[in-house]
């Protein structure tokens, strides 16, 4: 057999490993019931241990370095080529961490979850302080096996953006920072939107169909997946065959449910359409977290928070709630649904203050990293700063510091990925509308296929065949920059704001 | 670590990956959409090889076999000794058989069942033979492993019934056949019963709502499963906390989907009844496959087609069907449910023709491993005993030889187990009878908690820690015997009938 075909075949059952590993947790997430979840954690356990046995395999390794020296003269664009990359990249990722840190690492964080569940609800950090201290400790010590590194922070991102740096992270909050809280304080010094259009009782079951019928008409294949209930929405992955999604409706708000399928449905058409050949490799799924959130973002915003999305939705959605839109003006409608309202509580962020919420946890958790503060100082911190970004001050822990369980769940490196998804949304919407000069007028007849066609051909279907800034650089000619999504901002809510 | 805990630690492992694999089918039956097919079989395989590799091991031959030294002088009811029988059984089965054997034998029913599928629709026997002789061919070497033996039949039966005998077997069967023919030409001589009433228009999420009512008054514990909707209902146990079941329901057909709720119900107490320190290990699920359809049996039909149970569920299914049983009057209702029809469907079936359609069966595929018969024989010899054995005729092989898809699977030796299962269930019954005296009266009442208490005390619990003779007479003092069967259908249908 050929080194190549030898590598596909443990590729493709690591593949069919993780696969199981998503199927299990869309069931634990969706269906599953309560009295199942002792013997689930231990069926997880069980496939986790096997795919990490069969991808640190010392001969798996041996393959890879074989196999790259076959690929330096091989075009860098080809998928052996990526694959090989791909692999390679991982296989140290896994390999460098001594197993006792894995093991150590993953016992913090199951009970600093549990930690986090109690704390959260008592609004009591001082209970889930020490848990913290730990998992960061733990995380440096993570990073530690990847030294020498130019900062600290740089292992723990790279598992989440591959190949992107904390100081073009960095480089990018900074031209970020002044702007949007500019724009946060100009847009407050301006008569306040009214959105209590959305506030009144919409039956649920109506409310999914109407979702459905956007996603349908996203062009999302039903063929290819479903969509059910969860509580926090989420979007997986069985193969290019069976992509899923899940999404939440809340009987009182009309537009929660709605863009949560919009946005599940943008991750879902990026997974869907990638390119076939690359099914069960690792190159057959998105690119990074920042690139698929990209996706969904564009989606959700871009196209559901539009004036053109709701001159083709919303005489529908009236049509499904005579009684609550029926004295509703298209204009206030529009209005509501980009009402600006700077609050403590990032999941229920507008587009307009959603990035601020990222940029103090990114600022905090390096500043942990580093030991620059400790983690007994977060929630003082996190208070002075939502206070200097937002202008609000959360009333307890719960509000602040404990609101998101990522931390507890040790996922540290993640949070600027959301504000990165922002960005690179903008700067490929931006070339969307260069590409199709008719987009906007399209998007107003509910014609997003054209879109969803220039999205595959110059995203979607190279999966995760380049690193997130290369991808980026192909797609809009630079690496990640904010200036897009900020003019984005600036005229848009200009325009409704005035 | 001791020799029985190591054990048990593979043995954990192994149940994590059977769970996982009743998972993904579990989905691939009840939600998964057309596309992610290819998929999943990948998955499948991949799990299923890993599974058998972690099986066959020959470091679990040793630990067995140096356990059973140890296991010599200890309790042979204790769990330690039940669970060294039974993975050293189990471990004896799956390394007898060629490794070649077993991958020819997949590759043949996956045609096969291709093939069954087209031939069925065609109606066209001519099409599958060639297939069905590969798959008795294969069957006989198989067999051939376990040599010498008392029938060539006894390797195949012992997969789903351990420790079961042909001889036993067609001993049962013979005293049964004579009876229960004279039944069937007895009932079939009286004046018909009219099951008009069934058959109307149902509203399915009315029936849906009933069923669950009765699982749940059965005692079906929603906190450690669910039901669902499959085109072939089934029960699957991910493990003693998450026994699953589906159902079908029919808009024209009133109990058809609450019977088939009832018969999977039936299967779930029993595995959601099994010791909880069991789990985890093969001996936390039913002993066998007839000790399981017994209480499926025993749920749907003693309890589910009595006069006391209807005493408790008619009125209630009265007033969810008002215009459609208003003046259908109970009496009438009882019959319609218990009407016996012999007819060229097996699982149209009902309790008095049902076992002579797995008698025909069980004497053709012994006839055919005997060799004293052909495949090609099998359509003519299926019509002439359905003349023999019901009075009925298919007219082409789709409602004859065709009908089931079993053989095509390659799964010979099954069909007893669910004759097998009304026996035992009728002996379990007419102990319960005699254990709880106000039995019949509390089924009239909808208080089926002491009989489901008695199932769990005397079967349930036990899990597969004996095997199903030895289990039978644990709990009525023989070995599976016909007579209350016999008795049972005979009582009931005069009953009905005259």
Same mark, same amino acid.
């Given at each position: 057999m050929k080194k190549i075909d030898e590598l596909k075949q443990i590729v493709g059952e690591l593949q069919d490993l993780q696969a199981v590993l998503a199927v299990l947790d869309w069931d634990q997430q969706?269906?599953?019931?309560?009295?199942g979840a002792e013997e689930r954690a231990a069926q997880t356990a069980t496939v986790s241990r096997m795919e990490h046995e069969k991808f640190t395999a010392p001969a798996l390794g041996e393959l890879l370095q074989e196999l790259q020296q076959e690929m330096?003269?091989?075009?860098?664009?080809?998928d052996d080529y990526c694959l090989v990359k791909v692999m390679s990249r991982e296989y140290n990722r896994k390999t460098r961490v001594p197993a006792e840190l894995v093991a150590e690492f993953a016992r913090a964080t199951t009970i600093a979850q549990h930690e986090w569940e109690q704390a959260y609800h008592a609004a009591d950090f001082a209970r889930l302080r020490p848990h913290l201290e730990k998992i960061f400790a733990l995380r440096r010590d993570y990073a530690a096996c990847f030294a020498?590194?130019?900062?600290?922070?740089d292992p723990l991102l790279d598992e989440f953006?591959?190949?992107?740096?904390t100081a073009d992270v960095m480089a990018i909050f900074n031209k970020v920072r002044p702007r949007q809280t500019a724009l946060i304080h100009e847009l407050g010094a301006r008569p306040q939107l009214d959105?209590?259009?959305?506030h009144q009782s919409f039956d649920p079951q109506v409310q999914w169909d109407f979702g459905v019928k956007v996603a349908t008409q996203m062009g999302y294949d039903w063929n290819r997946g479903r969509l059910d209930r969860a509580l926090h929405p989420f979007t997986t992955t069985f193969g290019l065959g069976d992509v899923r999604i899940t999404t939440k409706i809340l009987?009182?708000?009309?537009t929660s449910g709605l863009f949560s399928t919009m946005h599940e449905s943008g991750h879902a058409l990026y997974e869907q359409g990638v390119?076939?050949? %690359?099914?069960?490799?690792?190159?057959?799924? $998105?690119?990074?977290l920042a690139i698929h959130e990209s996706q969904s973002r564009l989606w959700e915003?871009?196209?559901?928070?539009?004036r053109e999305f709701w001159q083709w939705a919303y005489p529908q959605l009236r049509q499904c709630f005579p009684t609550q839109l029926?004295?509703?003006?298209p204009e206030t409608f529009y209005a509501a649904v980009n009402r600006v309202q700077p609050s403590c509580i990032r999941t229920e962020a507008d587009e307009a203050t959603y990035n601020m919420h990222i940029m103090l946890r990114l600022e905090l958790e390096i500043a942990v990293l580093e030991q620059?503060?400790?983690?007994?100082?977060l929630p003082e911190i996190w208070r002075n700063k939502m206070e200097e970004y937002l202008g609000v001050v959360p009333t307890n822990d719960r509000e602040?510091? %404990?609101?998101?369980?990522h931390w507890s769940c $040790?996922?540290?490196?993640?949070?600027?990925t959301y504000a990165l998804g922002n960005m690179i949304a903008a700067q490929i919407w931006e070339k969307a509308r260069t590409a199709i000069p008719d987009l906007r007028r399209q998007i107003g007849r509910g014609e997003f296929m054209p879109l969803r066609e220039w999205l595959r051909d110059h995203?979607?279907?190279?999966?995760?065949?380049?690193e997130p800034q290369e991808l980026v650089r192909r797609i809009?000619?630079?690496?990640?920059?904010?200036d897009p999504y900020l003019n984005y901002l600036y005229d848009k809510y200009r325009e409704i704001y005035y």
């Amino acid at each position: 057999m050929k080194k190549i075909d030898e590598l596909k075949q443990i590729v493709g059952e690591l593949q069919d490993l993780q696969a199981v590993l998503a199927v299990l947790d869309w069931d634990q997430q969706t269906f599953m019931p309560r009295g199942g979840a002792e013997e689930r954690a231990a069926q997880t356990a069980t496939v986790s241990r096997m795919e990490h046995e069969k991808f640190t395999a010392p001969a798996l390794g041996e393959l890879l370095q074989e196999l790259q020296q076959e690929m330096n003269n091989r075009d860098p664009e080809s998928d052996d080529y990526c694959l090989v990359k791909v692999m390679s990249r991982e296989y140290n990722r896994k390999t460098r961490v001594p197993a006792e840190l894995v093991a150590e690492f993953a016992r913090a964080t199951t009970i600093a979850q549990h930690e986090w569940e109690q704390a959260y609800h008592a609004a009591d950090f001082a209970r889930l302080r020490p848990h913290l201290e730990k998992i960061f400790a733990l995380r440096r010590d993570y990073a530690a096996c990847f030294a020498p590194y130019d900062h600290i922070y740089d292992p723990l991102l790279d598992e989440f953006e591959p190949g992107l740096k904390t100081a073009d992270v960095m480089a990018i909050f900074n031209k970020v920072r002044p702007r949007q809280t500019a724009l946060i304080h100009e847009l407050g010094a301006r008569p306040q939107l009214d959105d209590r259009c959305l506030h009144q009782s919409f039956d649920p079951q109506v409310q999914w169909d109407f979702g459905v019928k956007v996603a349908t008409q996203m062009g999302y294949d039903w063929n290819r997946g479903r969509l059910d209930r969860a509580l926090h929405p989420f979007t997986t992955t069985f193969g290019l065959g069976d992509v899923r999604i899940t999404t939440k409706i809340l009987p009182d708000h009309l537009t929660s449910g709605l863009f949560s399928t919009m946005h599940e449905s943008g991750h879902a058409l990026y997974e869907q359409g990638v390119a076939r050949h %690359l099914a069960r490799t690792p190159l057959g799924t $998105g690119a990074s977290l920042a690139i698929h959130e990209s996706q969904s973002r564009l989606w959700e915003n871009m196209v559901g928070r539009s004036r053109e999305f709701w001159q083709w939705a919303y005489p529908q959605l009236r049509q499904c709630f005579p009684t609550q839109l029926g004295t509703v003006p298209p204009e206030t409608f529009y209005a509501a649904v980009n009402r600006v309202q700077p609050s403590c509580i990032r999941t229920e962020a507008d587009e307009a203050t959603y990035n601020m919420h990222i940029m103090l946890r990114l600022e905090l958790e390096i500043a942990v990293l580093e030991q620059k503060i400790t983690v007994a100082d977060l929630p003082e911190i996190w208070r002075n700063k939502m206070e200097e970004y937002l202008g609000v001050v959360p009333t307890n822990d719960r509000e602040g510091v %404990l609101q998101d369980v990522h931390w507890s769940c $040790g996922i540290i490196g993640y949070f600027p990925t959301y504000a990165l998804g922002n960005m690179i949304a903008a700067q490929i919407w931006e070339k969307a509308r260069t590409a199709i000069p008719d987009l906007r007028r399209q998007i107003g007849r509910g014609e997003f296929m054209p879109l969803r066609e220039w999205l595959r051909d110059h995203l979607y279907r190279h999966g995760s065949k380049f690193e997130p800034q290369e991808l980026v650089r192909r797609i809009t000619g630079t690496t990640i920059d904010p200036d897009p999504y900020l003019n984005y901002l600036y005229d848009k809510y200009r325009e409704i704001y005035y």
